[in-house]
């Protein structure tokens, strides 16, 4: 073999080499067409139809080396890439339920999701992510979040030094907030999710990318949760997941992940019945994913129950009595669900409700399961992250009108809200008894409300 022949043929022994290391186990397949994505590129939809990219794989289920979710190897369409972001996701524990089961007459248990490094199994899809923003060098995100996205893809991107920008409604739960603040690069507070989402799109086009929820790289890591449940229950017995439907990106994922593994769970999926700061997370109009989870639901596997804020409380009481889980509404919400379907539900069927936010951190949802147990004499409310702030304000301020609030919610808190919202919100709370009007002011030629904070109002915020 001459000099010629030797180069070519290291030539080609390092590009075979080259091609192995960067080869992923699975594909990306389109749903809704059915592309499938071969090479090595970022995507966030299907570049053909602009369809739901969904990572799938073909093979036997195998646990090999290393930490989190990267345990499951060829399993996930990240897994060739490196180096690999985790903060020790998953492994979280499957539990079996002993006296709630017991009166479902069901053989039930808990996946506890609520045990990932933030308290959500977002933190599964975050790891993969962040993985994926590494190698295709990534260096800007924008997320529309309300609440546990901005807060999870924020921590694990910090990992690798990407800027972030979080928008998040000003519903949101005073703890979420708080947590988005400090994890987020720069956080905006707008009026709704619909607001978020417009913001976030428009933020990438000026830095970086957008994070949707479905993105297929997020996705690849929720689909781990399905990967733990058959390893250590097996697919012996038909089986029933209990989930939150949100958006319908969980319920998409671990539907396609039980079909690569040839099982077919039934889905009782769970929102909530109306918006509130308790089970924001849970509430939509129309997922995101409705089409995909309409073609699921035909099929006879998925059903959707509504849960109200009464009884993903009640849950969360049943919870912490009976079984020993602090859990807070959202993820009390799949058991929620569980009473109120009844024993016909899951018959025969080994049945896994997914336990997953922050396990009891938000003061106002712990008075109110407090409320529940010990009672209170006067009704206690759930305030979101906005009017939690205005009465502080006042509190801490003389009396003064509902504009000058407006102003000093953007200037100390950045909350991009209308002055429609603010007054709305004030109006609320003078309707609660924690606000009142003292007087009227006349400013700039017109009559202005002037509000003081009630003794209600400041046992409330203390």
């Known amino acids: 073999m001459n000099l010629f022949e030797e180069l070519r043929f290291f030539y080609c022994l390092v590009t075979f080499t080259i091609g192995l290391s960067m080869k992923p186990g699975t594909q990306l397949r389109c749903v809704r067409c059915g592309f499938r994505l071969d090479e090595v590129r970022y995507v966030d939809r299907c570049p053909q139809c602009g369809g739901l990219l969904i990572p799938t794989f073909t093979g036997s289920l195998r646990r090999t080396g290393g930490s989190g979710v990267w345990v499951w190897g060829r399993a996930l369409y990240t897994a060739f890439m490196k180096p690999k972001v985790t903060l020790g996701e998953g492994h979280t524990p499957l539990t079996k339920s002993i006296k709630m089961g017991r009166s479902l007459k069901a053989d039930l248990y808990f996946k506890d999701e609520s045990k990932n490094p933030t308290g959500s199994f977002i933190d599964r899809g975050a790891a993969t992510l962040a993985t994926a923003l590494r190698r295709f060098r990534v260096r800007s995100i924008s997320v529309a979040s309300t609440g546990d996205l901005g807060i999870s893809v924020s921590t694990y991107v910090r990992r690798i030094g990407l800027t972030t920008r979080i928008y998040v409604p000003s519903s949101v739960t005073l703890s979420k907030a708080y947590k988005t603040l400090l994890t987020g690069g720069r956080v905006r507070f707008v009026d709704s999710y619909e607001e978020a989402l ?265």
Request: proline share 5%; hydrophobic share 40%; glycine share 8%.
């Open 198 to 462: 417009l913001r976030a799109s428009r933020s990438a086009k000026l830095y970086g990318v957008m994070i949707p929820p479905s993105h297929p790289y997020l996705m690849d890591g929720y689909r781990t949760i399905a990967f733990e449940i058959l390893h250590e229950l097996g697919g012996g017995k038909p089986l029933s997941l209990v989930v939150p439907i949100g958006d319908g990106v969980l319920t998409m994922s671990l539907y396609h992940a039980f079909k690569d593994l040839s099982i077919r769970p039934k889905f009782l999926g769970v929102k909530a019945c109306r918006e509130s700061p308790l089970l924001r997370e849970i509430y939509v109009m129309k997922p995101v994913l409705h089409e995909y989870l309409e073609e699921i639901a035909s099929l006879g596997i998925l059903e959707v129950v509504d849960v109200c804020d009464d009884e993903a409380l009640e849950a969360s009481e049943l919870a912490v009595k009976n079984e020993g889980f602090l859990v807070g509404p959202v993820g009390a919400s799949c058991i929620a669900a569980l009473l109120k379907t009844g024993p016909e539900a899951v018959r025969d069927r080994v049945t896994v409700a997914l336990v997953t936010g922050d396990p009891l951190q938000d003061p106002y949802i712990m008075k109110a399961l407090l409320e529940r147990t010990v009672g209170t004499r006067e009704e206690l409310l759930t305030l979101g992250f906005t009017k939690t702030k205005i009465l502080e304000m006042v509190a801490y301020s003389d009396p003064t009108h509902p504009y000058v609030i407006w102003k000093g919610l953007r200037s100390r808190y950045g909350l991009s809200v209308s002055r429609r919202t603010v007054y709305k919100h004030v109006e609320e709370l003078i309707d609660a008894g924690l606000l009142k009007v003292v007087s009227y002011r006349k400013v700039g030629g017109r009559l202005r409300k002037v509000i003081s904070i009630t003794e209600s109002g400041l046992r409330h915020l203390t």
